[in-house]
């Protein structure tokens, strides 16, 4: 193993030259769309038995970069993503316009977010891991603030609270299970190899003391997973982004989130559970949704779902498939979430209820849209057919009936409530009267591009570059897997073809109405601010006179040093953008200084 | 030919449905390794494909959707 010392990891490309951008004025757009290509560039240059070590606080070393087996593939489409992403926010307008204003907060921070995300990927050791997936939720929340609505604010305010809260309940995991080991006398408790907990160490797991830190480490990470009810801060917040920011944010939290359950939990038969619940949840969800970017984030969760059942299911098979279908999923939701970002920055309405006959006037954004949903739908000769089917197969080769069977309903599922819903209900259904034009040309070339590579992953021997990056590919000489059989395109199509009959002939049931579903982020939205305003308040008010009574014969003027008047609607005029800029460079900068001090 | 026009959405349908036999039919002409038993079964990812999403809409709409559905300004303070 090579050992190099003081050598940062790729990611820091991203996160450090993202936070310059702003400073570099008319270069940075430019500056912007090579360092992803830098990052990707870096990524493929290490070599494949690099590890880089620090000294951590005297007795500790942290490793900040190491190949993991699922790091390439993780890594590759992180960098490409953020290159997708920055193309297709790419401030045409000028830096003076609003976009370009926008811009120049929401890019650094993206390229803090995906550069973040790249470094966990290549975090050796548990804390580094979790320094960088904290700065992933920074650098997510102000993506959601830049787009500068009362809404986005709101959102994203709650964004940061959910995530700071599974944050916390990661981090105690993790403390947890490092003071048992320290306990143990274990020379290097931060090691990664102590922390893959997989399938032994859940089935040793009892819920007695010194037992939670698997499960608090399981239940932090299903918070960014998406996993209900956990996850509902995802179709919550995504949607209230600009239109280029939802489609960096589709991409990194819950696929890094996918990486650490495989690095930790690989074969936890939980998860197959959890999985299936994810897949059939965002399907149910996104059927009832009318809001086209809400119904593309449920399907992110139906989506991440199938992943998720392939690490509880632990076999190679199952293992490469999660990988490869994260791969695919990253692109083909980008490029959905770019196609209705199109349609959203033209139109400015997101309804379904507002749209329809765009095929009119926005024939490239249509047919990248449609290709999108044809990949996510697992269409033959999409990146899709050649990535999820592997995760379907283990299923069957390991006899799990209800996994292979609920992973093929919702298979079927998706199609109806993505593949098909999302092109129908924008691009055709009614006439809305709207004929806006194709959107600019970096929107139009990041749809193209992606739609390439949907369409060229699907292709057989194209894809053979992805089956080679896997986390267990194919030993010499031997077949990784074959997706293109005669029987295995017949009944995908089969599946797919007869899930679309069943959407024109239920049409009337799907017409989209003016409703929105009520998810789980219900109880801190209305079930916690209710209990606050008709019982905790009027029981303080109670004690407030009481207090007042005791008080009041206080001269007025000792009361104003002991007691200061609570500021209505205070919070987000302090946190406006540049505070929280200001917050996460100041976070960043401390932490790095941190880890390389 | 325009979308909107009745006669070619009628031509659609019919083209559809043509293609859905033929995908059936083609069931004969290549060989299933069923693991589950009923998955070897004529024609079953085009009958299960359908009474799955049938039964997925069903129950969005007429279960969850009863329970859960609220205006979309329900949020808005």
């Known amino acids: 193993m090579i050992d190099a010392a003081g050598l940062p990891p790729p990611g820091l490309i991203l996160i450090l030259g993202g936070l310059l951008l702003p400073l570099l004025r008319g270069a940075g757009p430019a500056v912007a769309l090579a360092l992803p290509l830098l990052t990707l560039a870096a990524i493929w240059t290490l070599p494949g038995d690099l590890s880089v070590t620090m000294p951590f606080m005297g007795d500790y070393t942290l490793t900040v970069l190491s190949w993991q087996p699922a790091t390439a593939v993780f890594a590759t489409i992180f960098a490409l993503m953020a290159f997708g992403g920055a193309l297709f926010a790419h401030p045409i307008t000028g830096l003076a316009s609003e976009r370009g204003k926008r811009w120049q907060v929401e890019l650094p921070a993206a390229f803090v977010y995906a550069g973040s995300a790249i470094c966990v990927t290549f975090a050796g050791d548990i804390l580094s891991l979790f320094i960088f997936w904290e700065l992933?939720?920074?650098?997510?929340?102000?993506?959601?603030?830049?787009?500068?609505?009362?809404?986005?604010?709101?959102?994203?305010?709650?964004?940061?609270?959910?995530?700071?809260?599974?944050?916390?309940?990661?981090?105690?995991?993790?403390?947890?299970?490092?003071?048992?080991?320290?306990?143990?006398?274990?020379?290097?408790?931060?090691?990664?190899?102590?922390?893959?907990?997989?399938?032994?160490?859940?089935?040793?797991?009892?819920?007695?003391?010194?037992?939670?830190?698997?499960?608090?480490?399981?239940?932090?990470?299903?918070?960014?997973?998406?996993?209900?009810?956990?996850?509902?801060?995802?179709?919550?917040?995504?949607?209230?982004?600009?239109?280029?920011?939802?489609?960096?944010?589709?991409?990194?939290?819950?696929?890094?989130?996918?990486?650490?359950?495989?690095?930790?939990?690989?074969?936890?038969?939980?998860?197959?559970?959890?999985?299936?619940?994810?897949?059939?949840?965002?399907?149910?969800?996104?059927?009832?949704?009318?809001?086209?970017?809400?119904?593309?984030?449920?399907?992110?969760?139906?989506?991440?779902?199938?992943?998720?059942?392939?690490?509880?299911?632990?076999?190679?098979?199952?293992?490469?498939?999660?990988?490869?279908?994260?791969?695919?999923?990253?692109?083909?939701?980008?490029?959905?979430?770019?196609?209705?970002?199109?349609?959203?920055?033209?139109?400015?309405?997101?309804?379904?209820?507002?749209?329809?006959?765009?095929?009119?006037?926005?024939?490239?954004?249509?047919?990248?849209?449609?290709v999108g949903a044809l990949a996510i739908s697992s269409f033959p000769l999409t990146s899709g057919f050649v990535t999820k089917s592997m995760i379907n197969q283990a299923a069957a080769d390991q006899h799990h009936a209800l996994a292979w069977f609920v992973l093929t309903a919702a298979s079927a599922g998706v199609f109806l409530h993505a593949g098909i819903k999302f092109p129908w209900f924008v691009f055709f259904q009614k006439d809305s009267g709207l004929r806006p034009p194709d959107p600019p040309w970096n929107m139009r070339a990041a749809m193209i591009f992606f739609a390439v590579l949907c369409v060229g992953l699907g292709i057989p021997g194209v894809y053979g570059p992805l089956y080679a990056i896997l986390p267990y590919p194919a030993a010499a000489g031997e077949t990784l897997y074959v997706p293109y059989t005669g029987a295995h395109v017949l009944s995908q199509l089969q599946l797919l073809l007869f899930s679309g009959l069943a959407f024109f002939v239920l049409l009337p049931v799907l017409k989209r109405t003016l409703t929105i579903t009520i998810d789980a982020d219900w109880f801190y939205r209305r079930m916690f601010p209710a209990l606050w305003k008709h019982l905790l308040r009027p029981v303080f008010a109670a004690l407030g006179e009481l207090r007042d009574g005791i008080l009041g014969g206080i001269p007025d003027d000792v009361k104003r040093i002991v007691y200061s008047a609570p500021r209505e609607n205070s919070m987000f005029q302090e946190w406006g953008l540049g505070g929280a800029m200001l917050t996460i460079t100041a976070i960043l900068f401390v932490s790095l200084m941190l880890s390389f001090a | 030919m325009k979308l909107e026009d009745p006669r070619t959405i009628r031509l659609l349908w019919i083209v559809s449905l043509v293609v859905l036999a033929l995908l059936v039919a083609a069931d004969g002409l290549v060989e299933h390794h069923p693991h589950f038993g009923i998955d070897g079964s004529f024609g079953f990812h085009a009958w299960y494909g359908f009474a799955v999403c049938a039964a997925m809409v069903l129950v969005s709409k007429f279960v969850v959707g009863l329970l859960l559905k609220r205006r979309d300004t329900y949020y808005d303070d």
């Open chain 1, 136 to 370: 992933m939720a920074v650098g997510s929340t102000v993506v959601v603030w830049s787009a500068g609505t009362r809404e986005s604010a709101r959102a994203g305010l709650r964004y940061a609270l959910v995530h700071l809260v599974g944050g916390v309940v990661l981090m105690a995991g993790i403390l947890a299970h490092v003071f048992a080991l320290q306990s143990q006398g274990v020379a290097d408790p931060l090691a990664l190899s102590h922390f893959g907990f997989g399938a032994a160490g859940f089935d040793a797991l009892s819920f007695g003391a010194g037992q939670a830190a698997p499960w608090l480490i399981l239940i932090g990470v299903l918070v960014n997973a998406a996993a209900p009810p956990l996850g509902s801060w995802l179709a919550d917040t995504y949607p209230e982004a600009s239109e280029s920011g939802t489609v960096f944010l589709s991409a990194f939290t819950t696929k890094t989130a996918v990486y650490v359950l495989m690095l930790l939990f690989a074969g936890t038969e939980l998860l197959v559970y959890v999985g299936l619940a994810m897949a059939v949840y965002g399907i149910v969800y996104a059927i009832l949704e009318n809001d086209m970017r809400r119904i593309l984030a449920y399907s992110i969760v139906n989506q991440v779902g199938f992943m998720v059942c392939g690490i509880g299911i632990g076999t190679a098979m199952a293992l490469n498939g999660a990988a490869a279908h994260a791969f695919a999923h990253i692109i083909y939701k980008a490029l959905l979430l770019m196609s209705a970002g199109s349609v959203l920055y033209m139109t400015g309405k997101r309804k379904c209820t507002d749209l329809g006959g765009l095929y009119h006037s926005m024939p490239i954004t249509m047919i990248c849209g449609i």
